[in-house]
């Protein structure tokens, strides 16, 4: 069986399952409104865990976070199955398919066949849609992949039961009751809310003072953990900016698209104008991942040019405070 | 990010002719999508990572020759992961599969352990012993 579900490329994975069911259940919500509803514009630096040995970086909350942000503001429910048995598994998603129901599915990246070698690491919080079954191969709508695409039997139940930190087990989702009209306006107001909280929270790892904290560590690791060490570390920094799902600019540039569409919405243009300065923070990321590349590739190693790029952050990290304080006085 | 600013480089996907979405605005300053084959800067950033993945292949394989370490070391580097993912695959603590890295707890290992992690590598008993390193 087939459903009748439209694929949209999204820049982001999460946003973009939850806009495309959303679509398909009646609901037209863009990814950006997703984003921004779901407060995903984000900064965290946790120095003390190690991933893929560098320190971790995040520019957007933990995996699901969005997800449920939006149901709560938009006032719908989602039904959740995790499972312990690959055969229970693969039995609920056929019945909610027979159902004329597209899923959504969390996901290991490491064994989906059609991305690229180069991609494949074992990040468990991958998620798509699956809308039917064919000749018994699992139709795949991947929203940052361009077109739809199969995946069979096997394949599946191996991405459905990867292993690791945030493992799937088999974890499928759907909204359920969707309610007859949403209040969109309170809705984004939330959101922004939230946003503007978490990028000011007084938490010297989260948002503005994150960034800030990050930039003082560059200072000082060229010395302390040697160049190698450290290019090691911005990399690190760089691939969470700019990885496919970020939209770019560590997902600053979606947060701009989803104040310019919020604008219109609550008739508001002075987040018109908020969204023309987010876009230029956009840019000074973009600025700062071309400034962190030329590091590792000239292996520099005069602990001027680390003093340089942080001062780049830090000039992010001011101009992030500042985008946030006016945002908040924006929609008082 | 201008739409015409949209970086097109190569990357590791252009010979796939996929594409990622970005968002940029265009003459009218209206946001909207764009695609992107790629953007150098962090194209970087990603071989500079597999770059690492690869030298600590290499590294372990030199331990593997003196005795040091495990075959179970090589294919968990092999295979993009660590103590922690292989832990989840093999269904074992953390610290046993810590330990079992090391040549001498692995040559003393029960058949029925090694299958454990040859199915996790999806490879042979016999390729888990001899790895053609």
């Not at chain 1, 921004?36 to 900064?43: E, R």
């Not at chain 1, 219109?264 to 923070?281: A, C, F, Q, Y």
């Amino acid at each position: 069986m087939k459903i009748n579900f439209e694929h949209n490329q999204s820049a982001h994975c999460e946003n973009g399952v939850v806009s495309n069911l959303l679509k398909y259940n009646g609901l037209n919500v863009s990814e950006p409104m997703v984003f921004g509803i779901g407060s995903g514009v984000f900064f965290i630096f946790i120095p003390f865990i190690k991933v893929n040995y560098a320190p971790m970086f995040s520019f957007r909350p933990v995996p699901g976070f969005i997800f449920s942000r939006v149901s709560k503001r938009l006032g719908f429910k989602i039904k959740r199955h995790k499972f312990k048995s690959k055969a229970k598994a693969q039995q609920t998603l056929d019945a909610e398919l027979t159902k004329n129901n597209p899923v959504g599915l969390q996901v290991g990246v490491y064994n989906l066949t059609y991305f690229p070698d180069e991609y494949r690491f074992h990040f468990n919080a991958h998620n798509l849609v699956v809308y039917g079954k064919e000749n018994g191969e699992y139709l795949i709508s991947d929203p940052v992949m361009p077109e739809v695409t199969t995946l069979s039997h096997n394949e599946l139940e191996k991405v459905r039961f990867a292993k690791g930190p945030f493992a799937p087990n088999g974890h499928i989702y759907y909204p359920t009751q969707l309610p007859q009209d949403v209040d969109l306006k309170k809705a984004i107001l939330k959101g922004i809310k939230q946003a503007y909280r978490h990028m000011l929270a007084p938490v010297p790892i989260v948002g503005f003072r994150g960034i800030r904290y990050v930039a003082k560590r560059i200072r000082k690791w060229p010395d302390k953990i040697g160049v190698k060490k450290t290019n090691h570390y911005l990399g690190q920094l760089v691939r969470m900016q700019e990885e496919i799902g970020t939209g770019g600019g560590g997902f600053r540039f979606i947060f701009a698209a989803f104040l310019q569409e919020a604008s219109e919405i609550l008739e508001n243009p002075k987040l018109s104008e908020l969204s023309k300065e987010m876009t230029v923070i956009g840019d000074q990321w973009r600025d700062f991942a071309i400034d962190a590349s030329r590091l590792y590739k000239n292996r520099s190693r005069e602990t001027d040019a680390y003093n340089k790029i942080a001062d780049k952050l830090d000039a992010i990290a001011l101009a992030e405070r500042a985008f946030f304080l006016q945002l908040k006085k924006a929609i008082k | 990010m201008k739409k015409e600013e949209v970086p097109q480089d190569q990357s590791s996907f252009s010979h796939t002719n996929m594409k990622e979405v970005v968002y940029a605005v265009d003459k009218e300053g209206k946001y909207g999508k764009a695609l992107s084959s790629g953007w150098e800067a962090k194209t970087m950033a990603l071989n500079e990572s597999l770059e690492l993945i690869e030298e600590k292949v290499l590294e372990t394989v030199q331990k593997i020759k003196q005795g040091e370490l495990s075959p179970i070391a090589y294919y968990m580097e092999v295979q993009r992961m660590d103590p922690v993912v292989l832990s989840g695959y093999v269904g074992m603590w953390q610290w046993r599969v810590k330990r079992h890295l090391k040549a001498k707890v692995f040559n003393r290992l029960r058949e029925r352990t090694l299958q454990k992690y040859a199915d996790a590598f999806e490879i042979t008993l016999s390729e888990l012993k001899n790895p053609k390193i």
